[in-house]
């Protein structure tokens, strides 16, 4: 296995403990990093496709269960995956394959972990006032189980009309004991900094999601997706089974069966997959923000200039549920339950 992903997993386990005596340290390398691999990212021809030979200008309609996936409780869930764009049919499939897996390993069990710094500071020069204020967002979602393969079952299938692979499992989850069963860990995250200097204000973003199937000692099948944006740039890169996997930038169009052929499609430069895990990971951090954040006002100074820290953190456990998706003013929108997981005294 590529040395990415337990770097990575490493790297989301530690980051909610992260002193705040290196945010800055790490901010810096966020954006040089980030401006770096979106330069190498716009050398990629925008129209280039290995696998795809006729390109259409109309949008590709998505399956009715991609919208209104069947509903199931805890002994029966149902997810969907999908692959990138421009890929072989049969790996395609797998890797749609594999990634419904994932999405129903979190939604059977996930571990919500949030840490957020708010950083205010306020100069006085004078007449003038130099306002300036941070802030720093890390979401971490995990989950980790055994499974059997005979718990799957592909129901239905959907190939977009550019070689995207949609996948729609359903998995009844069994009590498992015995080690020879394989081991499903699936982590994803968030990381946000915002920054506002007077008027100014500049947001940078991060979203990651690896998936680890370990079948034996000696095979594990895992993948990684990983997009970053600031202002009008953005960086998408994904791996799978230790190979990287290439696909053009392009304007990928989608739109629903019940969509009036009048309102805009969905637009994506990054294919299904990407709009779809954003979207998710991005549901799941606000819900975390906005209804189970815990407060705390630490007065810590980091610069010389008055400044208080604010702290907000909260992690629990919790079943999620995707009721379903509609396509809104080119945005996607998830109908996302989060039922906590109350554990007894």
Not at 1 to 19: D, Q, V
Not at 153 to 168: F, G, Q
Request: hydrophobic content about 35%; aromatic content about 12%.
């Amino acid at each position: 296995m590529k040395k990415i992903y337990p770097y990575s997993i490493l790297l989301l386990i530690t980051i909610a403990f992260i002193p705040s005596n290196s945010k800055s340290q790490e901010k810096n390398n966020f954006e040089k990093t980030f401006l770096k691999e979106t330069s190498e990212s716009q050398n990629r021809s925008s129209n280039k496709f290995k696998n795809l030979t006729k390109l259409s200008f109309y949008p590709d309609t998505l399956p009715t269960w991609f919208f209104t996936p069947p509903q199931g409780g805890m002994n029966c869930i149902y997810a969907v995956g999908i692959s990138d764009p421009d890929m072989e049919s049969a790996k395609g499939k797998e890797m749609a394959i594999h990634r419904a897996k994932a999405m129903a390993g979190i939604y059977l069990n996930a571990k919500l972990q949030y840490f957020r710094d708010v950083y205010t500071s306020e100069k006085q020069s004078g007449k003038y006032s130099d306002y300036r204020q941070r802030f720093d967002t890390y979401f971490k979602v995990s989950s980790a189980s055994k499974i059997d393969d005979a718990s799957f079952a592909v129901l239905d299938s959907h190939m977009t009309r550019y070689n995207e692979s949609m996948i729609l499992i359903k998995y009844e989850p069994k009590a498992l004991q015995n080690e020879g069963h394989n081991l499903l860990s699936v982590v994803g995250s968030v990381l946000y900094i915002e920054a506002q200097v007077a008027d100014a204000f500049e947001v940078q973003a991060e979203y990651e999601l690896l998936s680890a199937l370990r079948q034996s000692e000696n095979i594990t099948q895992s993948a990684h997706y990983l997009y970053r944006e600031k202002g009008n740039k953005f960086l998408s890169n994904s791996e799978y089974l230790n190979s990287k996997i290439e696909f053009p930038v392009y304007i990928y169009k989608y739109t629903a069966p019940t969509e009036d052929k009048n309102v805009p499609p969905l637009v994506s430069y990054n294919g299904l997959w990407s709009k779809f895990t954003r979207e998710f990971l991005r549901s799941l951090t606000l819900s975390t923000q906005q209804t189970k954040t815990r407060i705390k006002n630490l007065g810590e100074k980091y610069n010389p200039a008055t400044s208080n820290l604010t702290r907000e953190t909260v992690s629990y456990l919790a079943n999620l549920k995707l009721n379903g998706i509609i396509f809104e003013r080119d945005t996607m929108k998830l109908n996302l339950n989060i039922n906590e997981i109350v554990s007894p005294k």
